[in-house]
């Protein structure tokens, strides 16, 4: 892997300041920060963010992907059709639906530890004549994608996508490397605030917006007068949160994911 010169790695330390400025609240903002001034850096076009969770553990299951799944995806500049309707989501369903492609091995390879990995670098030449790169990347002028992931316990991952025109270089992928790896908590948070990851049902907008603040040390009176809600309403949905994720205090929701890293 190749060095980080000084003067970026000045600039991405200067970066990882900015995103601690933003509260729990504006964890999206936050990410799409991150992804935009990582984009600037690398003369990506595009970045995806994806939660993925293992959900089977069975040792004797013959899953090529061993129990992994795409819980989320999420798009820095959406194009074609809605972020939750377009081509990454296909690849999500795809990958969840077990509709194999050479690709999604990629990810597989020395999982449980922080790695990148990258279609250019890694897939065989005979790959990008197929299906799979001309419907999802080649066709939007994608030619080259560098992934970077980050094992936050044993069954979550957090994985940044990086999209170009072009292609990335050894300084590039050591680049988004560097930036990606220094930010455990940061990955940490995305997972906690991004609800459907790890609920047992679908989270409502309001609760999303509740579990937020709930990851901070406002009160529920705070929480209900920032989000504009009744005490005895906002009391409902974080005993509807507590339901969904399995706990029965904050210090339990706050530990969920942070209790067994690697």
Request: proline residues 5%.
């Amino acid at each position: 892997m190749s060095e980080v010169a000084v003067e970026v790695q000045d600039e991405i330390h200067r970066l990882w300041d900015e995103i601690t400025d933003f509260e729990v609240s504006q964890t999206d903002s936050a990410r799409q920060h991150l992804q935009d001034r990582l984009c600037q850096m690398v003369g990506a076009w595009n970045s995806t963010w994806g939660g993925a969770l293992r959900f089977d553990t069975d040792p004797v299951c013959d899953d090529l992907l061993q129990g992994w799944r795409v819980a989320v995806t999420q798009v820095l500049h959406p194009f074609e059709a809605q972020a939750e309707n377009g081509p990454f989501k296909e690849l999500q369903d795809r990958w969840n639906n077990r509709d194999m492609d050479p690709s999604f091995l990629l990810p597989m390879r020395n999982i449980g530890k922080f790695r990148t990995y990258g279609h250019r670098r890694d897939m065989p030449a005979e790959w990008f004549d197929g299906p799979v790169f001309h419907h999802y990347s080649s066709r939007f002028g994608t030619m080259d994608s560098v992934w970077v992931g980050f094992p936050l316990n044993h069954d979550a991952e957090s994985h940044f996508g990086f999209y170009s025109r072009g292609i990335f270089t050894e300084q590039d992928i050591a680049l988004l490397a560097y930036a990606l790896r220094g930010i455990k908590w940061f990955h940490r948070q995305l997972m906690l605030t991004s609800g459907p990851l790890i609920a047992k049902a679908p989270l409502t907008p309001t609760e999303r917006k509740v579990l937020r603040l709930l990851l901070t040390k406002a009160s529920e009176k705070v929480i209900a007068d920032q989000l504009g809600l009744a005490a005895s309403t906002t009391h409902q949905h974080i005993v509807s949160l507590f339901r969904k994720f399995s706990v029965r205090s904050r210090a339990e929701l706050m530990s969920l994911w942070l209790s067994h890293p690697f």
